[in-house]
Antibody, heavy 117, light 107 residues
Framework: QVQLQESGPGLVKPSETLSLTCTVS????????WTWIRQSPGKGLEWIGY???????NYNPSLKSRITISVDTSRDQFSLKVSSVTAADTAVYYC???????????WGQGTLVTVSS | DIQMTQSPSTLSASVGDRVTITCRAS??????LAWFQQKPGKAPKLLIY???SLESGVSSRFSGSGSGTEFTLTINSLQPDDFATYFC?????????FGQGTKLEIK
């Protein structure tokens, strides 16, 4: 059974960089696509972007200038960085596995990140 | 971006009922549509992919249909565990986009 677990600070100051890591267990990260999605009361569910096991990325254009997704296959981890955060970036952040044609099948439990001074 | 519109936003039903949720895309997405169930404080759970394919382990009471711009999720014989919020998501074009959700409440 594949499991994903997000980790990172729950509070980030405005203008700073939000950094989260997702650890994958029960299966290898060296295949499939690995994605970040966030959910806030105001914007609902928002797809942030994905990275493939080989490092190919695809980002949401609305966030592209501020986000970086990277992968560390040796640790079965992938990471998200969002720079220059504002209160609008406050959300529950999920990491997930994307099978592309068969949908997003495994999700982490989600981690709440609040942007506040 | 492709806009996904769900209706209704809230649906009240009783145990044993059959309910249908509709999702409309602002342009054709072929059959690249998924349905998720979400309970408070939990991550979304994949129910249906490719518009009508049932995810492994999901009850056969759930079914999906549609193609192009109009899709439906049907839940037969509602069980207490089914009361949750349901989302559709298109994955025909990037960025992927989600519907705003339909909250299924107990009548």
């Amino acid at each position: 059974q594949v499991q994903l677990q997000e980790s990172g600070p729950g509070l980030v100051k405005p203008s700073e960089t939000l950094s989260l890591t997702c650890t994958v267990s029960g299966g290898s990260i060296s295949s499939f696509y690995w994605t970040w999605i966030r959910q806030s009361p105001g914007k609902g569910l928002e797809w942030i972007g994905y990275i493939s096991y080989s490092g190919t990325t695809n980002y949401n254009p609305s966030l592209k200038s501020r986000i970086t997704i990277s992968v560390d296959t040796s640790r079965d981890q992938f990471s998200l960085k969002v720079s220059s955060v504002t209160a609008a970036d406050t959300a529950v952040y999920y990491c997930a596995r994307d099978l592309i044609n068969e949908g997003i099948d495994y999700w982490g439990q989600g981690t709440l990140v609040t942007v506040s001074s | 971006d492709i806009q996904m519109t769900q209706s209704p936003s809230t649906l009240s039903a009783s145990v044993g009922d059959r309910v249908t949720i509709t999702c409309r895309a602002s342009q054709s997405i072929s059959s690249w549509l998924a349905w998720f169930q979400q309970k408070p404080g939990k991550a979304p759970k994949l129910l249906i992919y490719k518009a009508s394919s049932l995810e492994s382990g999901v009850s056969s009471r759930f079914s999906g249909s549609g193609s192009g711009t109009e899709f439906t999720l049907t839940i037969n014989s509602l069980q207490p565990d089914d009361f949750a919020t349901y989302f559709c998501q298109q994955y025909n074009n990037y960025p992927y986009t989600f519907g705003q959700g339909t909250k299924l409440e107990i009548k």
